[in-house]
């Protein structure tokens, strides 16, 4: 009592027992003041905290402010087409100086990005681990139950993509997204699918250190990315959501261009930024051909633990670089061959090589009679002659004859494969159309793309079997056939019943995207892992026309904070 007479003393000084103050003074006050300021400041909160909510776009909608230009025409010619073929009509873009204040929203920004996936054994070979899930777990349950190492963020981003229809958007360019700061950043970071033997330190180096542009060139003096860093992308896979303002496409050449834009308006898809097997070039400027090529000495594989990624500088010393490359090739090679070696060229045997016209042959048949092709320790000769612009006479041709490693290309594929379909499948259950556009500009060394096109297309039945729901939701692969026609009947062979195959031409109808009612359309922008063409490239491929055209370059910006907080390691 003398402690509650000290305490009422102090509060009022004129009160003899602290029992009367509160039943005569406080509890008078409190009901007849306080409870009514307290309830009144908490409608007042509620009423603020709904109309930000209801001034915020509708999930998977954009928004468009009132007073937007609606008779501006976004002429804008955006691409699903073939990476390397040129654009040829240029997009009539309309006034540039527009604001683009519309809000083409992909969804709410401020969502915390979920705990990284556990990574997996990296000293397994990937021919062992080649899409094998978990053995406890029936497929069955996983496809149903949905697999609990997805990161959270990844279901919202896709969830809301229903390329089927378009929703409002004034900007018309890459530009004008950019310059539209909250249209920016209500941009989602994409989900980064990686394989295990890719460390985490590297994959974020690969995210933000592209130089701005790659075109026909590898790594130069002064670069930060290597050409066996870039190999290592291959096996680094970014999926996000993004709108695009026009559709375009390519059958041989560009057709249904002109005047295709969606006026005011974008189309939502999901952009898998693949990076392609790269046999662009050779010489010093080999990529992928370095990975899997044969030499004079055996290529012995070792796990290579990058904790610290050189330096810009030390990777100008030529020693360094060089020595540096060789530990990641060999750290690649591990990890895609069952032997951890490739063996020395007079250590091959002659039964042991194909031709490429006899590798296509025997791929095919094995994909037609669903037979198990046996690609351990075989090679195919691929031959011709090359060009180094940036390391030799530009004009110069240096012809070359390479043994090619089956086992690794195949490897590579089921790498890729798992891990788009891992990121992709599991968060999209309203269903999707799968687009393929096979490479021109980065099969230079083979020739074409018809060897690379059946060992993705043996990759994807090798995870359809082990692994089929990794394939749960896809409904549709449109193929690109234009140059290897036989591919929609051997794609058709390959992938679960359910599954439509298709040729790409017939997703448009008079000129347009014509996507089937609800589902998403996935489409790739087929670059390799050196420049962050995306972001700067002009319409000079489907890169650099799908950058152009859509918000693309805001959802892979290197700079973003949020880059790498969705990534998933397989």
């Given at each position: 009592?003398?402690?509650?007479?000290?305490?009422?003393?102090?509060?009022?000084?004129?009160f003899?027992?602290?029992?009367?103050?509160?039943?005569?003074?406080?509890?008078?006050?409190?009901?007849?003041?306080?409870?009514?300021?307290?309830?009144?400041?908490?409608?007042?909160?509620?009423?603020?905290?709904?109309?930000?909510?209801?001034?915020?776009?509708?999930?998977?909608?954009?928004?468009?402010?009132?007073?937007?230009?609606?008779?501006?025409?976004?002429?804008?010619?955006?691409?699903?087409?073939?990476?390397?073929?040129?654009?040829?009509?240029?997009?009539?873009?309309?006034?540039?100086?527009?604001?683009?204040?519309?809000k083409?929203?992909?969804?709410?920004a401020?969502?915390?990005?979920?705990?990284?996936?556990?990574?997996?054994?990296?000293?397994?070979?990937?021919?062992?681990?080649?899409?094998?899930?978990?053995?406890?777990?029936?497929?069955?349950?996983?496809?149903?139950?949905?697999?609990?190492?997805?990161?959270?963020?990844?279901?919202?981003?896709?969830?809301?993509?229903?390329?089927?229809?378009?929703?409002?958007c004034?900007?018309?360019?890459?530009?004008?997204?950019l310059?539209?700061?909250?249209?920016?950043?209500?941009?989602?970071?994409?989900?980064?699918?990686?394989?295990s033997?890719v460390?985490?330190?590297?994959?974020?180096?690969?995210?933000?250190?592209?130089?701005?542009?790659?075109?026909?060139?590898?790594?130069?003096?002064?670069?930060?990315?290597?050409?066996?860093?870039?190999?290592?992308?291959?096996?680094?896979?970014p999926?996000?959501?993004?709108?695009?303002?026009?559709?375009?496409?390519?059958?041989?050449?560009?057709?249904?261009?002109?005047?295709?834009?969606?006026?005011?308006?974008?189309?939502?898809?999901?952009l898998?930024?693949?990076?392609?097997?790269?046999?662009?070039?050779?010489?010093?400027?080999?990529?992928?051909?370095?990975?899997?090529k044969?030499?004079?000495?055996?290529?012995?594989?070792?796990?290579?633990?990058?904790?610290?990624v050189?330096?810009?500088?030390?990777?100008?010393?030529?020693?360094?670089?060089?020595?540096y490359?060789?530990k990641?090739?060999?750290?690649?090679?591990?990890?895609?061959?069952?032997?951890?070696q490739?063996?020395a060229?007079?250590?091959?045997?002659?039964?042991?090589?194909?031709?490429?016209?006899?590798?296509?042959?025997?791929?095919?048949?094995?994909?037609?009679?669903?037979?198990?092709?046996?690609?351990?320790?075989?090679?195919?000769?691929?031959?011709?002659?090359y060009?180094?612009?940036?390391r030799?006479?530009?004009k110069?041709?240096?012809?070359?004859?390479?043994?090619?490693?089956?086992?690794?290309?195949?490897?590579?594929?089921?790498?890729?494969?798992?891990?788009?379909?891992?990121?992709?499948?599991?968060?999209?259950?309203?269903?999707?159309?799968?687009?393929?556009?096979?490479?021109?500009?980065?099969?230079?060394?083979?020739?074409?793309?018809?060897?690379?096109?059946?060992l993705?297309a043996?990759?994807?039945?090798?995870?359809?079997?082990s692994?089929?729901?990794l394939?749960?939701?896809?409904?549709?692969?449109?193929?690109?056939?234009?140059?290897d026609?036989?591919?929609?009947?051997l794609?058709?062979?390959?992938?679960?019943?359910?599954?439509?195959?298709?040729?790409?031409?017939t997703?448009?109808?008079?000129?347009?995207?014509?996507?089937?009612q609800?589902?998403?359309?996935?489409?790739?922008?087929?670059?390799?892992g050196l420049?962050?063409?995306i972001?700067?490239?002009?319409?000079s491929?489907?890169?650099?026309?799908?950058g152009n055209?859509?918000?693309?370059?805001?959802?892979?910006?290197?700079?973003?904070s949020?880059l790498?907080?969705?990534?998933?390691?397989?």
């Open positions: 009592m003398s402690s509650t007479r000290s305490v009422s003393a102090q509060i009022g000084g004129v003899e027992t602290s029992r009367e103050f509160v039943s005569q003074r406080v509890v008078p006050i409190i009901r007849d003041h306080v409870l009514p300021i307290v309830a009144l400041t908490g409608l007042f909160y509620g009423f603020l905290y709904l109309k930000d909510r209801n001034s915020q776009p509708v999930e998977g909608q954009a928004m468009v402010p009132k007073n937007a230009d609606a008779s501006q025409s976004a002429a804008a010619k955006a691409a699903v087409g073939d990476a390397s073929q040129p654009a040829v009509a240029k997009a009539a873009v309309g006034d540039a100086s527009q604001s683009a204040a519309a083409a929203a992909v969804g709410d401020s969502q915390p990005a979920v705990a990284k996936a556990a990574v997996g054994d990296a000293s397994q070979p990937a021919v062992a681990k080649a899409a094998v899930g978990d053995a406890s777990q029936s497929a069955a349950a996983k496809a149903a139950v949905g697999d609990a190492s997805q990161p959270a963020v990844a279901k919202a981003v896709f969830l809301e993509v229903n390329s089927s229809a378009l929703v409002p004034s900007s018309v360019n890459r530009r004008e997204f310059d539209a700061q909250q249209q920016r950043d209500e941009t989602r970071p994409p989900v980064i699918s990686r394989s033997f460390p985490e330190k590297m994959a974020e180096h690969l995210m933000r250190n592209k130089k701005d542009t790659a075109l026909t060139v590898k790594y130069k003096d002064g670069d930060a990315i290597t050409n066996m860093e870039a190999a290592l992308h291959t096996f680094v896979n999926v996000g959501s993004i709108l695009m303002t026009g559709d375009y496409q390519w059958f041989g050449q560009a057709r249904g261009m002109e005047g295709q834009a969606h006026a005011n308006s974008a189309r939502p898809l999901i898998s930024a693949l990076v392609l097997p790269d046999f662009e070039l050779g010489g010093e400027s080999e990529v992928m051909m370095a990975v899997s044969a030499r004079d000495q055996a290529v012995q594989g070792e796990v290579f633990d990058v904790q610290n050189p330096s810009k500088e030390e990777k100008n010393d030529p020693q360094q670089r060089k020595a490359d060789e990641l090739l060999q750290h690649m090679v591990y990890h895609l061959t069952e032997s951890h490739i063996p060229k007079d250590q091959i045997l002659p039964e042991n090589v194909m031709t490429k016209d006899q590798a296509e042959q025997y791929l095919t048949s094995c994909l037609k009679e669903g037979k198990d092709p046996d690609l351990k320790g075989k090679f195919v000769q691929i031959q011709g002659v060009k180094d612009p940036y030799n006479d530009p110069k041709e240096v012809p070359f004859k390479e043994l090619v490693s089956l086992e690794i290309l195949v490897n590579v594929y089921m790498h890729q494969v798992r891990n788009e379909f891992k990121a992709i499948n599991p968060n999209a259950p309203q269903g999707y159309v799968y687009t393929i556009d096979p490479p021109q500009i980065f099969v230079g060394l083979i020739g074409d793309s018809r060897l690379l096109n059946r993705q043996l990759a994807i039945r090798s995870l359809v079997k692994e089929p729901e394939f749960s939701n896809l409904k549709m692969i449109a193929f690109n056939d234009y140059a026609r036989e591919m929609v009947d794609m058709g062979r390959v992938v679960p019943e359910n599954v439509e195959v298709r040729g790409k031409q997703l448009y109808k008079n000129g347009l995207l014509d996507v089937p609800g589902l998403a359309l996935v489409i790739h922008n087929n670059s390799d420049g962050q063409n972001e700067n490239e002009g319409v491929s489907l890169d650099g026309v799908i055209y859509s918000n693309a370059a805001c959802v892979l910006r290197r700079d973003r949020d790498l907080d969705n990534q998933l390691v397989n």
